[in-house]
């Protein structure tokens, strides 16, 4: 008997059931997906998607590394916390922050009262994986990439546990994982508006 291969159904594109009227804000470990899942996000949401990173990097003239070599991370973290402030001042956008950003505490605090904050949260094994591909990781660089995630794991996730939301990544397709995003903002939304009346 002839075995007919099913078909892939693809999952109908979730939308947006409410408007947007504060930016969101992407948190999560390097290699979490902020980035790729934030401008197909940003795309169905009909917003920009801007990263803090690379915006740093213009407002500085230098790489995140380069500043992390020459100043250090402190110089860093008081950039990147001024770079935040002005990019969720303007309309509502798609923010993909730098892994460290959240645990600065007074970045956290603004982040928390101007936008949604969304935890990308991904398994140690594919943060690993995604980001090998790529030397530009200044964490990285100094040590055993898997154990180093690891322990940012475990100092950063209980922090990133404040986010509003709180999404799994992993193996799934970024459009799997777009659709997870606006199904848990459609209840965010619905339970902001409830509380407001």
């Given at each position: 008997m002839k075995r007919v291969q099913k078909s892939k159904i693809k999952s109908p594109a979730l939308r947006l059931r409410y408007p947007l009227t504060k930016s969101i804000s992407l948190i999560g470990l390097m290699g979490s997906g902020k980035t790729t899942v934030g401008v197909r996000l940003a795309r169905r949401?009909?917003?920009?998607f801007v990263d803090s990173d690379a915006e740093i990097e213009i407002a500085a003239a230098h790489t995140v590394s380069e500043i992390?070599?020459?100043f250090g991370e402190e110089d860093f973290r008081n950039g990147e916390r001024k770079v935040i402030s002005r990019l969720i001042s303007d309309k509502p956008n798609i923010l993909g922050t730098g892994g460290g950003a959240f645990m600065d505490r007074e970045t956290r605090k603004r982040l928390k009262e101007k936008t949604i904050t969304i935890w990308l949260k991904a398994d140690i094994n594919h943060l690993v994986e995604r980001?090998?591909?790529?030397?530009?990781?200044?964490?990285?660089?100094d040590g055993n990439p898997e154990e180093i995630l690891r322990k940012l794991a475990q100092k950063?996730?209980?922090?990133?546990?404040?986010?509003?939301?709180?999404?799994?990544?992993?193996?799934?397709?970024h459009e799997k994982v777009v659709?997870?995003?606006?199904?848990?903002?459609?209840q965010y939304l619905a339970k902001e508006r409830k509380t407001r009346k």
């Amino acid at each position: 008997m002839k075995r007919v291969q099913k078909s892939k159904i693809k999952s109908p594109a979730l939308r947006l059931r409410y408007p947007l009227t504060k930016s969101i804000s992407l948190i999560g470990l390097m290699g979490s997906g902020k980035t790729t899942v934030g401008v197909r996000l940003a795309r169905r949401l009909g917003v920009s998607f801007v990263d803090s990173d690379a915006e740093i990097e213009i407002a500085a003239a230098h790489t995140v590394s380069e500043i992390f070599e020459k100043f250090g991370e402190e110089d860093f973290r008081n950039g990147e916390r001024k770079v935040i402030s002005r990019l969720i001042s303007d309309k509502p956008n798609i923010l993909g922050t730098g892994g460290g950003a959240f645990m600065d505490r007074e970045t956290r605090k603004r982040l928390k009262e101007k936008t949604i904050t969304i935890w990308l949260k991904a398994d140690i094994n594919h943060l690993v994986e995604r980001t090998s591909r790529r030397n530009t990781r200044p964490l990285l660089r100094d040590g055993n990439p898997e154990e180093i995630l690891r322990k940012l794991a475990q100092k950063r996730y209980p922090v990133y546990g404040q986010a509003a939301i709180t999404v799994e990544t992993g193996a799934a397709p970024h459009e799997k994982v777009v659709n997870d995003i606006i199904w848990k903002l459609n209840q965010y939304l619905a339970k902001e508006r409830k509380t407001r009346k």
